[in-house]
């Protein structure tokens, strides 16, 4: 299968949070989004 994203073991620390070892894909021809607190 093809993907739009492959995103594996991503990593973004902020101050008192970290968010880490994110993975996932996006099919071709599929539409996700990440909405967060303010709406973004």
Do not use: H, W
């Amino acid at each position: 299968m093809e993907y739009a994203i492959e995103i594996k073991g991503i990593r973004k620390e902020y101050k008192g949070f970290t968010l880490q070892d994110v993975s996932f894909q996006v099919p071709q021809g599929y539409i996700m989004g990440l909405i967060g607190p303010n709406g973004a």
